[in-house]
């Protein structure tokens, strides 16, 4: 690797603003001006690396993903359009790889990595309802203890055994 990390940091952090102002139509130039800057200060040896990846190429895969369906029918589905959109990224981003003469193809579906994002929710989920089962079961019944009891006077105040007023 050559090159700064700082001068690719600020080159990402600007290409995402402008993802963010075009409201996300500006990804696939993003992708391929930030792989093109990876690749060039990239070498496998003496061989320099580099990205003939074009964002025209991403973006008509990106509409095919996207389309169809309505709103309610996306959220539902998002797992399997976001597995497919990181499919279709990764055969893009493969496919445009160069060290040399050397180049790479990939023949990655877009379905190939639906199972695997499903895993992960499925563990994620798994996770979650035993940490909470498992924080959940102990004892939080406070009413039972003695220093928590609170008792307010005629006024309203609260007089008890951890109130400052008392």
């Excluded at 600020?10 to 992708?31: D, E, H, I, N």
């Excluded at 061989?47 to 169809?68: E, I, K, M, N």
């Excluded at 004892?139 to 008890?160: I, L, N, Y």
């Amino acid at each position: 690797m050559a090159g700064s990390g700082s001068d690719y940091a600020w080159r990402a952090g600007l290409w995402s603003l402008f993802v963010v102002l075009t409201l996300g139509l500006a990804l696939p130039w993003r992708q391929a001006a930030l792989e093109r800057f990876k690749m060039r200060h990239t070498f496998y040896g003496d061989l320099p690396g580099a990205s003939r990846a074009r964002a025209r190429s991403f973006q008509a895969r990106l509409v095919a993903v996207a389309s169809g369906g309505c709103r309610i029918a996306r959220s539902i589905a998002w797992p399997f359009i976001y597995a497919a959109f990181k499919a279709v990224e990764w055969r893009w981003w493969v496919s445009g790889i160069r060290f040399g003469d050397v180049h790479f193809e990939s023949d990655m579906r877009r379905g190939a990595l639906i199972g695997l994002y499903w895993k992960v929710i499925g563990w994620s989920v798994l996770l979650v309802v035993a940490l909470s089962s498992w924080i959940g079961g102990r004892d939080r019944d406070w009413s039972r203890h003695e220093q928590c009891r609170r008792t307010t006077d005629a006024k309203g105040r609260v007089r008890g055994a951890n109130s400052i007023l008392s």
